[in-house]
């Protein structure tokens, strides 16, 4: 009897070894993923000037001034601005309308105290928020038909203006005004505005033609210039104040 009851006891630590063993099985599953990476695409459109060109027979307006010493002279009718889109549309359909990477401003018969406005219009057909990092003027020299002596006019121009953004249902999500200064300081100003996919930021861009610049050199007549404004934008965290 003795010897039966040992066996059975055998058993059943044997049968306990192998339930032990069972439950080590382990199961194991896989997680599948992939990463793209976002896109960074700034598109520009003419949105109109301040002082369009007047034909004959047509609208007229007189020339907005700037420089207080002329706050009380006759204005006339004699400066006037072209702003128009270069090249083809580019695959982007923010706002329904038609963008582009580049845009051509001119602006006929300057002189001091004039003071021309072009208003500019700024979209992210791109994944990414961008924030404007720097706009940068860099004269060419002397324009198609330039039949007098180029000579570059920024040392006598002062920029100032405003701007607004909205996002993509047409809601004001900030504007502002600059602080009057260089375009390189307009840009810094700019560096604040973040522009989410699909919204649109809106720019008043005034020009003042001052009589001398800080040399007290005397602003040149029958002077022509060519510039290229390059405006960068990088994703909206790797800008100083973006």
Known sequence: MKKIGLLVLSLVVVLGTLGVGYSMWTQQVTINGTVNTGNIQLAIRDNGVTDPVHVAGGASGLDPLCSPSLANAVQKDVGNQVSTNIGSALPCTTGG???????EEDINNAYPGYNPGFIVQVTNCGSVPVAISNIVARYTGAPAGCTSGAQDLVPWMTFSGSWTLKDNNGVTQ?????????????????????????????????????????????????????????????????????
């Open 97 to 103: 309308v038609s963008w582009y990477s580049s845009i």
């Open 174 to 242: 900030g504007s502002g005004t600059f602080t009057p200064g260089t375009i390189n300081s307009i840009g810094s100003q700019l560096g604040v505005v973040q522009i989410d996919t699909n919204w649109i930021l809106t720019v008043t861009l005034n020009i003042c033609f001052a009589e001398t610049n800080a040399q007290g050199t005397i602003m040149p007549q029958s002077a022509c210039a060519a510039y290229t404004v390059t405006v960068t934008a990088a994703n909206w965290n790797e800008v100083p104040g973006g």
